[in-house]
């Protein structure tokens, strides 16, 4: 085959195999050949011979599949966040591996997991959020490669854990009401009364201090008049079965 300036002789089984290991992706197959052409020596007989060997070493044991500036970078991240928030552990840990033999950044893998625990883990289990800041905090300690063992570690812990989204849905509501509604002002019994002059403007006054009622609760007006009897935080029991994950397979 001749490739413009370059000289290349490769078996059509041998582009069979680039094609397999670039995933069926053109550009990646492409940029593979071009490393092949670019580290291999030409021989004797003027051409430049691409072998198996060769084209294995090219794409470095399938990084290529995965361009961490490109399209497939989106994808797979989007594939582990989904894979988690769908309790798959075993997709969760697969395109994480995926993302790590491509050399994507573990502290932005890290910060994926911490975002999947709040928005879709919630609630429901709240030690997520403990569990996969501390990830990040001892991926930034470590460092690669023992922060793939913390990485999975946090990303299953998320995947397995039972799932609630009410958090996420009760700050939406509330952000959405605060830009597009008059929400009144802060009723006067929980206003904060530092000086006296405050309080005889009746900051404060009449408010109930939870703790000197029964169970340390007591019921008052905290939102404001325009927006009384509103409710944002709705938990469900949205909850997976961890019995449906332990027989997945």
Same mark, same amino acid.
Do not use: W
């Given at each position: ?5 370059? #000289? ?8 069979r ?6 995933n069926?992706?053109v ?5 593979g ?18 072998t ?6 090219? *794409?470095?044991s ?55 625990a ?5 609630m ?28 999975a ?8 854990? #039972? ?5 996420y ?22 206003r ?25 609760y *007591? ?16 938990? #469900? #029991? ?12």
């Amino acid at each position: 085959m001749d490739f413009g300036e370059y #000289n290349i002789k490769i078996e059509d089984e041998t582009l069979r195999k680039l094609a397999i290991i670039s995933n069926g992706d053109v550009r990646t197959a492409l940029n593979g050949l071009e490393v092949a052409v670019l580290t291999t020596n030409m021989e004797e007989d003027g051409y430049i011979h691409i072998t198996d060997e060769v084209i294995k070493n090219s *794409v470095q044991s399938r990084k290529a599949i995965f361009d961490k500036n490109g399209e497939s970078h989106y994808d797979n991240i989007s594939a582990m966040i989904k894979s988690m928030r769908g309790s798959d552990p075993d997709a969760a840990v697969f395109y994480l591996a995926r993302a790590l033999n491509g050399g994507e950044d573990p502290m932005f893998l890290a910060r994926r997991i911490v975002i999947c625990a709040s928005e879709d883990v919630g609630m429901a289990n709240p030690n997520a959020l403990v569990v996969a800041n501390s990830a990040m905090q001892a991926v930034h300690m470590v460092g690669m490669p023992e922060a793939r063992i913390i990485l999975a570690e946090a990303a299953i812990y998320v995947a397995t854990s #039972n799932k609630s989204n009410a958090s996420y849905l009760a700050i939406n509501e509330a952000l959405e009401d605060v830009k597009n509604k008059e929400t009144g002002e802060v009723p006067m019994h929980i206003r904060n009364a530092p000086i006296e002059k405050m309080k005889e403007l009746g900051y404060h006054e009449g408010y109930k201090y939870p703790h000197d009622f029964p169970n340390h609760y *007591v019921e008052q007006q905290y939102l404001p008049d325009e927006m009384a009897g509103t409710k944002y935080y709705n938990p #469900n #029991n949205n909850e997976v079965n961890q019995e449906n994950i332990r027989n997945k397979s």
